[in-house]
């Protein structure tokens, strides 16, 4: 069998239905069939997803490689797939992430219009087959999830945090020695923190409209709060690996003006009076930084405000 060209991992947990409408979509690309195979790493499912995995497996027009592990996340399944990936090109994927007509295409084209060697990471919209709430538009594409408005002014030279395994493609090479960390447990960060070390390494990120996909996921402001609360959490192994990015990005120290600032907006609802975003943002910013700060007190380090 030809060598394929793309390597399209999608780690899931979960998510059956949504999956099926990934792997339909990619089923459906204009790419030939020999140049690209998707790897699936089922992380311990318990809603049938293994039990489907290996039939679609067996009857999709699709070179589909199924693989089973117990309920370890994201990182340790990308891992297991990267293990078994043969594409010059590893294409990441969420589960809940479903591609665009010409998908596939869009990321192989850029990465051969480039003189050299980088990451493309693509666009990510909502999927129109659910409902898009106020909220959800104030999040993403353009909001705090993915920010894409200011990339699509500067595509070039991105930072190590647009390193968003949602639907991002680079060479395979990148991935001989660095792998994910596997101390990044549930929610966030474990893509940036790769991110940064391929950076280092002398990686482009560059963003590429064209390829896009879209988001079937609905959020609630809730299940914002609980993601934000783990992305706090995982912030604080990252600083900890590595305490010289404070200051870059929005992986910064929170000054005790602005968190108490916060404080005061959100738990006292003063910025739901003066505005809905302003409450939004104080609402994320203030459940992100909670979360830092019980994994820095279970850590056995008093919760003071700057890392030492």
Known sequence: MEQPLLSIIIPTYNRKPILKKTLAALQGQPLEKTRYEVIVVDDGSTDGTSEELDQWAATLDLNLKVFHQTNRGQGPARNLALGKAAGKYILFLGDDIIPGLDFLNCHLEAHEREPKSVAVVGFTDWHEGQEITEFMRFIAPYGQQFNFEKVEKHPRNLSFAYFYTSNISLESKW???????EDFKGYGCEDQELGYRLVKKGLELI?????RAFHLHPLTEEDLCRRMRSSGRALFVFFKKHPQIHGTVYLHRWPMLIWMTVFLLYK?????ILDKKLHWNSMLVYHQYTGFLRARFQSGRPAHLVLK
């Open 268 to 272: 006292l609802r003063l910025a739901r």
């Open 207 to 211: 963003f590429v409209k064209e390829a």
């Open 175 to 181: 991935l001989q020695e660095e792998r994910f960390d």
